[in-house]
């Protein structure tokens, strides 16, 4: 067997956000948001996309956004390479997501709690070797909790370092699941006392993809594979520089040779705008859909 890589975008949306198989993220965020309590029954996943209601705020790309039991919403982010000002895109994701949740005229009472699950290929937090964290509001002195309207929870899995054998309870299986499924050749006898892991890992299978999907993980692996090298050339070089040249390649895999214009408006955007494309430019199909974007831009900037 050879098994897709959950730490790719697509290839964590396919396990984790079947419609059909919801019972595999309800085991997985029991087990990471509820210490593997059966806190959630049942769950609604929902479109991780979310345009700006109100001017001036920018759009929001999600892995998994999901309501569970408890009216609650979970958003879901895997990240792979360590970019800038990654922590403060976390909160306002979170912050955005709380928020919005309110329609025009309606009161607070309206809100629901919101969870933020992100999961990272990268140490987060230097000052701790706990591989997941949970952070709530809280009195700095006296440590009184504030109410849990806004929970982060963070799964760095570089501080997971469990060998096969060593791995015990859910938690556990989940982090490994993540870290490690593509470099298995079978589903690990232990297993299969979970049906929903047996479940993941059929999902996982490259056997049971069809044409399509193959084509777009691999389209996937080889961003997150030249963005790793962009990261490392950028280091040495300067981040911009290398974004740039990265942003440049894909763009011309994409959607073929740009003209020296189009060229000198993307060597022009902000670090932010960078990010910005680098996240959306492989849902482009044509140039046409580049320029759209660049007129986006240029249009919030006026």
Known sequence: MNFINPKTDFGFKKIFASPQHKEVLISFLNAMLYNAEPT??????????????ITGLKDTYLDVKAKITGNKTVIIEMQVINVEAFTK????????????????????????????????????????EKFLTHFVFKEVEE?????????????????????????????????????????????????????????????ANRSNLNLQELQALEKREMFFEDQRGAVIKGRREGRIEGQIELI????????????????????????????????????FTSQEDLIAWLESVSAEQQ
């Open 89 to 128: 895109r976390v909160i306002y994701n979170a912050a955005k997501t709380y928020a919005t949740q309110l329609k025009p005229r309606e009161g607070y009472s309206k809100l629901n709690p919101l969870i933020a699950l992100t999961i990272t290929d990268f140490i987060l937090f230097e000052n701790t």
């Open 248 to 283: 440049m390649r894909l763009l011309v895999r994409r959607t073929g040779e740009m003209s020296p214009e189009i060229q000198t408006r993307i060597q022009q955007l902000s670090t932010e705008q960078l990010d910005d494309l680098g996240e959306i430019l492989l849902d």
């Open 40 to 53: 959630i029954q049942d769950l609604e996943i929902i479109d991780p996309y979310a345009a700006p209601t």
């Open 143 to 203: 440590n009184i909790e504030y109410y849990r309207e806004i929970e982060l929870f963070f799964l760095e899995l570089p501080k997971f370092n469990k060998k096969l054998e060593e791995v015990e309870g859910l938690i556990q299986s989940w982090a490994y699941f993540i870290k490690n499924a593509p470099d298995l050749e079978e589903i690990p006898e232990k297993f299969a006392s979970v049906p929903e892991m047996q479940t993941a890992f059929n999902i």
